[in-house]
């Protein structure tokens, strides 16, 4: 069985306290391969010896491989749909996944896979000029119909879920359509009144859109680009939004949250920022203008964390493989429940609930402060609100309540 190498070596001093994208012009250097002696353009990682174009992408395929292998958990000849956003982590993930399908036959990867570019145009609206966003989408098509032979199609954060995602070749209806229409998405969206909801709120959102597409397109398993870093904020922030007993599926290579049996995987979730940025130099990829820095509002609790996880990763290199490895040892109590026990899932982001006395009381106080009107007998009419919300089948995780609090129901009921 492959094993991916451990980040613990020890660190060779300067290259860790440099950024990636630092670290990508410090290694452009030429010289001979430590690995197989070629003389050339070296690609040089923290703790890894300098190695030649060859031999990093070797080593960068095999961590992929070695993912995708190890769990076990992809059947052979597998219906795959890869997510595509227009992020260099995309842009990898699909390139690795034509290689090893289009390897020789001792080492091909068994499997059919199909791409959705999801625009999140919506969410950038406000902030980015028309023939920007044309140029880009154009570039995104030139991109995907480089790669020959692969079905590719595109769908939108305010597409409608019951429709049908628009063939990449189409893209001239496709953006008509959305030019057209009225687009409400970005004003519901700005209308969730903390940015903290509002990331939660698109996050599900991206995940029902996947998970409908994937069934329309017959996929049952959906690739998305998530690389490690992403891993660590996903970790730190689930846990600060009370969604601890979830955690593990946070992290896990395999995520079958999604309601319609549709299986999310993150085939890449082991390379960092670095091996991305010098996996497109060494493939002489070029960026997309990816405009990522607006995903999130600086005053989120997720953006926050991803800043605080950066910060420190400066300084001290094994950050986020401490926080991976150490989420990797956090289990769930799912097991104690059945799998088809709806009574204790979340029903907008099926996550399982547990009762947590920590949240009963924050729910508690919280009905307590809303009341405006005393109320003689606090318990019985808090057992009463319980009852009916239960009724209504209204269980909700701790996030997704603070995303109904923060939005209007309608959002929810049209979007999620
Ligand atoms: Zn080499
Ligand atoms: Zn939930």
Known sequence: ?????????????????????????????????????????????????????????????HKFRSTVGSSKALPRNAEILLVFDGSSESIVLLDMLQKAQSESNFKRLHCDFKVLFIDDYEVYKSICDINDYKCYIQQVKDFLLSYHNIKCYVTNLSSDINQEPFDINDMDIYLNRIMEIEIVFANDINNIQTSTSRNEFIKLRRK?????????????????????????????????????????????FKDDRLVNGIKIMRPIKDLSE????????????????????????????????????????????????TIIRTGNKITSNNHIFKEDDSEYKCCICNSS?????????VRYSR??????????????????????????????????????????????????
């Open 1 to 61: 069985m492959c094993s991916i190498e451990e980040d613990d070596v020890l660190d060779d001093g300067m290259s860790s306290l440099m950024t990636p994208q630092e670290q990508i012009s410090h290694s452009s250097q030429k010289g001979i391969c430590h690995k197989c002696g070629q003389d050339g353009e070296l690609y040089k990682l923290n703790f890894r010896e300098a190695e030649c174009r060859c031999c990093f992408l070797l080593f960068v395929n």
């Open 208 to 252: 029902n859109l996947v998970a409908s597409m994937a069934t329309f397109l017959r996929c049952k398993y959906a690739f998305i680009p998530t690389i490690n870093i992403s891993i660590a904020t996903d970790l730190l922030s689930a846990i600060v939004l009370g969604q601890g007993n979830n955690v593990a599926y946070d992290v896990a």
């Open 274 to 321: 670095t091996e991305v940025l010098l996996y497109m130099r060494a493939r002489n990829i070029k960026f997309f203008d990816r405009r990522d820095h607006v995903t999130y509002a600086s005053s989120s609790l997720q953006r926050i964390t991803e800043s605080f996880i950066r910060n420190l990763q400066k300084n001290y290199t094994s950050t986020v493989s």
């Open 353 to 361: 609930i547990i009762n947590s006395k920590t949240l009963s009381a």
């Open 367 to 416: 009905y307590v402060s809303e009341r405006t009107s005393s109320i003689s007998d606090l318990d019985t009419s808090y057992t009463k609100f319980l009852n009916i919300t239960h009724k209504k089948n209204e269980n909700l995780c701790h996030s997704c309540e603070n995303i109904r609090r923060d939005s209007d129901i309608n959002l929810i009921k049209r979007y999620l």
